[in-house]
């Protein structure tokens, strides 16, 4: 199976903090994308990097950040944490050309009280 | 351990229909979803189905659940060329887990 790794798998932070999640793409893949996950809502875009940029950002506060780094692994930070940020995160690699395909880790699931 | 299988690719002439199948192994499973991604495109979602449901319709799209087989499937009525994508399956479970299948590739031709 697709190997993208995201750590930490579980995570439980209390409201106010930030917090930083992190995913390794497959090897060779330039392209991250994350997306926050609730029931019944689906998957929401958060953004999408490809050589350390941003390249596409979906419609969430400013409180949601990313980043990519030179390896391609990416960090998701989310500050001042709301009770509704719980949620399943999930990042997607790619290589990040009009053809590819998605392939998704497992997930950090975030719960904050 | 948790799988979501599914074929990867399907061919089909415009105006046909088409079904994507998928398989899962948990059984835990609350919602399944259905997401397309379209060319250079992130993951949009395009319907799901709550795991007590046998059944959802939505336009042209119609999911059907066969729980005791852990077999989901997404019918395209009358699909055209802008339906041409890769469709994926996922399950979400009760533990807050989501597992997703490698997705299959539909190609319609004119």
């Known amino acids: 199976k697709a190997g993208v790794t995201q750590t930490p798998r579980y995570l439980i932070k209390t409201r106010g903090q930030q917090v930083t999640l992190s995913c390794s793409p497959i090897?060779?893949?330039?392209?991250v994308s994350w997306y926050q996950q609730t029931p019944g809502q689906g998957l929401q875009f958060l953004f999408e990097y490809f050589s350390e940029t941003q390249r596409n950002k979906g419609n969430f506060p400013g409180r949601f950040s990313g980043r990519q780094f030179s390896n391609s692994r990416s960090e998701m930070n989310v500050s001042t944490l709301e009770l509704g940020d719980s949620a399943l995160y999930l990042c997607?690699?790619?290589?990040?050309?009009?053809?590819?395909?998605?392939?998704f880790g497992q997930g950090t699931r975030l719960t904050v009280v | 351990g948790e799988d979501v299988e599914q074929s990867l690719f399907l061919s089909v002439r415009e105006g046909d229909s088409s079904v994507i199948n998928c398989t899962y192994t948990?059984?835990?499973?609350?919602?399944l979803y259905w997401y397309k991604q379209e060319p250079g495109a992130g993951l949009q979602l395009l319907t799901y189905?709550?795991?007590?449901?046998d059944m959802k319709q939505d336009q042209r799209l119609t999911v059907l659940l066969n729980k005791k087989d852990k077999h989901l499937s997404l019918r395209i009525a009358d699909t055209q060329t802008g339906d041409s994508a890769i469709y994926f399956c996922a399950e979400y479970t009760n533990a807050g887990k989501s597992t997703f299948g490698d997705g299959t590739t539909l190609t319609v031709k004119p």
């Open positions: 997607a690699s790619s290589s990040g050309t009009v053809e590819s395909r998605a392939f």
């Open positions: 090897s060779g893949h330039r392209s």
């Open positions: 948990d059984s835990s499973s609350t919602y």
């Open positions: 189905i709550f795991s007590n449901m």
